[in-house]
């Protein structure tokens, strides 16, 4: 299933790969690949129990690649707003995707593609990967990728990530809470492979359930997420696909 030749998908058993593929420009990511991304990553759950991202070459993604040629177009508020939709319906489909996501990141992962590290529900980095939200250097506000970060970081550290525009090591990013493991370069593939397996030994009603209870609950009142989680513990725990 090819989209763009600069994203790569291939099924393994339960597990979809997707890799960024532009490793001569630091896997940055054209709007064509960005909206190929989010293509696969809604369909990831009609083809596989999980999907793992990754990418070609010494980086992660440095970030998204603005349209070369003449100077873009003054447009009015909506026509920005809709035109930034790409970009948030990204962000949307890692969210929203049944399939738990893991990130496997190395290198750099600058602007957007610190954003989708971040929104992946398992981030594991080599200790040489860094993160940087460099936006508000370049004088833009960096409000849509702060979005990608909201449930991840507190408010004080996503403030201080904005503001800054700081590097961060993968040591730093998983203090702040964005970055599940670190671990060392070699080790990184393997990792992913681990974590990988342990996840599809479960049964799949289980593997859903953790996804869904983490990404409704935390908007949840504590008594509203308390009854939340006895329902859903009770409806999968007594399933029938739990037994083997």
């Known amino acids: 299933m090819e989209l763009s030749e600069d994203i790569l998908d291939r099924v393994d058993g339960d597990v979809l790969t997707i890799t960024l593929n532009r490793p001569d420009e630091g896997n940055g990511l054209t709007d064509v690949a960005i909206g190929a991304l989010t293509a696969l990553l809604n369909g990831a759950a009609a083809r596989a129990r999980m999907v793992v991202l990754t990418s070609a070459g010494d980086d992660f993604c440095v970030g998204r690649i603005a349209p070369r040629g003449a100077a873009a177009p003054k447009l009015e508020a909506l026509q ?34 610190c954003a989708i590290a971040a929104c992946a529900d398992i981030t594991i ?13 370049h004088n833009i506000m960096p409000t849509i990728a702060m979005s990608a970060l909201l449930g991840k970081v507190s408010a004080k550290r996503l403030m201080y990530i904005a503001y800054s525009t700081n590097t961060m090591s993968a040591e730093r990013a998983e203090r702040m809470g964005f970055v ?8 990184l ?12 030994k479960a049964p799949q009603p289980a ?38």
């Not at 980095?125 to 250097?137: G, Y």
């Not at 599940?180 to 080790?187: F, I, K, L, Q, R």
């Open 80 to 113: 920005v707003r809709r035109g930034r939709d790409l970009v948030f319906n990204c962000y949307s489909a890692f969210r929203e995707s049944p399939a738990p996501i893991i990130a496997a990141v190395k290198g750099r992962a600058l602007g957007f593609g």
């Open 207 to 244: 593997v859903l359930a953790i996804k869904e209870y983490a990404r409704v609950a935390p908007s949840m009142d504590i008594r509203g997420a308390i009854d939340y989680a006895r329902s859903l513990h009770a409806v999968v725990n007594s399933s029938s696909e739990m037994r083997p």
């Open 125 to 137: 980095a080599a200790d040489n990967a860094v993160f940087q939200m460099p936006e508000f250097a």
């Open 180 to 187: 599940s493991e670190t671990v060392p370069p070699a080790n």
């Open 189 to 200: 593939e393997a990792s992913v492979g681990q974590l990988t397996a342990t996840i599809l």
